[in-house]
């Protein structure tokens, strides 16, 4: 039979085809120089179901930073003993509103139900009291201004930390530990499935109570990780509507483990410290690049990680030095001590002037590489260039140019 005039039906399948073949080519037509415009991220997909059931993973996704110059309303969170001193929180950072638990006070304005299980407790109490009135950031802190776990770069102060924060990224990333250092905590951490020959009783010493049974306890359901690596030591940021992405029963939960678990008190508060990011991320390891967190978090930026590392590098050597110094510095306070004269000798006179103008001149090449970060942190630019962006339309710009 011979064909007939063209009918409309192929005449639509044919330009059905044209138009699905031109928006393909406009999807995946860039060259490798301009890098994927394909945004690949999951849209978001609100929980739903039994919050308990912990075998359903959560989808978290990036949130979004307010418009320029806009404000973030904030509370920072604090467990205290009555024989804690906070007077340096009121008089450095009285615009940041406090809500202060008092663990061991029986009439408390904010209470827990029990003193156990240290600050995860009162950080639990705290969301689930208010968790559906929340400001934009909660801040969760310990009681003390200076501590080893604070970040170097601020001079261990907590106070320069609170006031640096950078808000955007707490909103853009929903959880950010403080801390920007990974030791102790990641990248490789905890495990359950080690024998206990292989444990570091010394910078590990809450490894040996995270057994199978407790992650099942906690998590029922969810699948065992093979490591838990996270960075310490329970202070952190997290934003409004990443602590309502989890359920509230979920926070319930953990709050009653707490109370039921006949674990020592320090070591049940171990437990949360290395699980924080994993209830506010889904991820077992949650090890941010520690260049950008100073740099993004903090307005502190080096100008990358190779430039980051040379600068702790330097530090570490200094602080070698520093330490053969003060070696012969406690030869003479113990000699002191035992009604002695320590006389060092001509060789050790010569190492001591020497340690001291090295660690001198270190100490001076050091304090212009952080005022270099600090103002190179001002620049919007610079610190763009230290942020992690999902976006991959540019990431060739920073592949190896052909010669």
């Avoid at 450095?92 to 406090?98: A, F, G």
């Avoid at 001591?352 to 600090?374: H, P, S, Y």
Wanted: proline share 7%; aromatic share 12%.
């Amino acid at each position: 039979m011979l064909a007939g005039p063209p009918r409309l039906v192929s005449i639509l399948t044919i330009l059905l085809f044209l138009c699905l073949g031109w928006w393909y080519l406009r999807l995946v037509g860039t060259t490798p120089s301009t890098g994927l415009k394909i945004d690949t991220r999951p849209p978001p997909t609100p929980f739903s179901g039994n919050g308990l059931d912990f075998s359903i993973p959560l989808r978290f996704t990036e949130g979004h930073a307010k418009p320029p110059g806009s404000n973030y309303t904030v509370a920072l969170v604090l467990p205290k003993t009555e024989k804690e001193d906070i007077e340096w929180m009121h008089r450095e950072i009285p615009e940041i509103p406090l809500v202060v638990y008092e663990v061991d006070k029986p009439n408390a304005v904010n209470k827990v139900p029990k003193n156990k299980g240290r600050e995860a407790m009162v950080y639990l109490t705290y969301i689930i009291d208010h968790y559906d009135d929340l400001p934009d950031t909660v801040l969760f802190m310990h009681a003390h201004r200076y501590a080893w776990h604070n970040n170097m770069v601020m001079g261990l102060d907590a106070v320069q930390m609170i006031k640096r924060l950078n808000h955007d990224r707490v909103a853009r990333l929903g959880y950010m530990n403080v801390r920007c250092h990974h030791e102790p905590g990641c990248p490789d951490w905890i495990h359950m499935d080690r024998p206990g020959g292989d444990f570091d009783f010394f910078k590990k010493p809450e490894e040996i109570h995270w057994r199978r049974h407790v992650w099942e306890e906690i998590h029922p359901g969810a699948p065992i990780p093979p490591s838990i690596s996270g960075i310490c030591c329970a202070q952190f940021a997290v934003s409004r509507e990443r602590i309502r992405n989890v359920p509230l029963e979920r926070f319930q939960h953990y709050r009653k483990w707490l109370l039921m678990t006949a674990m020592d008190d320090q070591f049940s508060g171990r437990i949360f410290e290395y699980i924080w990011h994993y209830i506010f991320t889904g991820h077992e390891v949650y090890c941010p690049a520690m260049n950008t967190c100073y740099c993004d978090g903090y307005g502190i930026c080096f100008g990358g990680r190779e430039n980051f590392a040379k600068y702790f590098e330097k530090q570490d050597e200094r602080n070698k030095l520093y330490e053969e110094l003060h070696g012969y510095e406690q030869k003479q306070d113990k000699a002191k001590e035992e009604g002695k004269v320590y006389t060092p000798s001509e060789k050790e006179k010569a190492r001591m002037v020497e340690l001291t103008l090295q660690v001198g001149k270190m100490d001076k090449e050091m304090e212009i590489t952080r005022n270099e970060a600090f103002e190179r942190g001002k620049d919007p630019k610079m610190r763009l260039e230290e942020t992690e962006s999902w976006d991959s339309t540019h990431i060739w710009d920073y592949a190896p140019k052909d010669n």
